[in-house]
Structures are given as structure tokens and as C-alpha cells.
């Protein structure tokens, strides 16, 4: 891991507690080890984008699912950096 990784890995799992990093490290490595057969595995937390290629806020039951609004929301982002 880079210096700065590392610095950040500890810095943010400094701030819970040994249960919960626990927990946390166990969830990754699950779905690590699943990967290859199920990509789906490292999507731990099911995130969607919550917002439309303008970047306003949409509700969660509306959340982009389309790869093509995934795509524009992506190019969207790079160009607004």
C-alpha cells in the first residue's frame, strides 16, 4: 500500500471501533474472495449514483441503473474536475 493509502486506510478506520473494522475487513475480504464469480459481490453497500447527468439530486427509487446514464454521469463528473 502507498504511503498515502496507508495514511488514509489508518486514519479512517482509527475513527471506529475494533468490532466494526472487524466486521468491515471480513465484509471486503467475503466479497474479494467472490469477485470473479459474482462481480456483484464488491457492491457491499448496493451503491447507486443519486443524481442525474446535471448532478441535481434524485430520490434513491430513482437512482441511474443504465449503463449509458452511469456513462454521461461519469463523463459529466470528469469534466466539471
Keep these: 500500500m502507498s504511503a ?10 482509527g ?8 466486521v468491515w475487513e471480513n465484509e471486503i475480504s ?3 474472495a467472490r469477485r470473479m464469480t459474482n462481480p456483484s ?11 442525474n447527468t ?4 434524485r430520490p434513491a ?3 441511474i ?3 449509458e446514464e452511469i456513462i454521461l454521469l461519469a463523463l459529466s ?3 466539471q474536475q
Design 77 to 79: 463528473i470528469e469534466e
Design 41 to 51: 459481490a464488491m457492491d457491499i453497500l448496493a451503491a447507486r449514483p443519486s443524481c
Design 61 to 63: 427509487e430513482e437512482a
Design 65 to 67: 441503473t443504465s449503463t
Design 4 to 13: 498515502a493509502a496507508d495514511s488514509y486506510f489508518s486514519s479512517m478506520s
Design 30 to 32: 467475503t466479497a474479494e
Design 54 to 57: 446535471t448532478g441535481e439530486s
Design 15 to 22: 475513527q471506529i471501533s475494533a468490532e466494526h473494522r472487524q
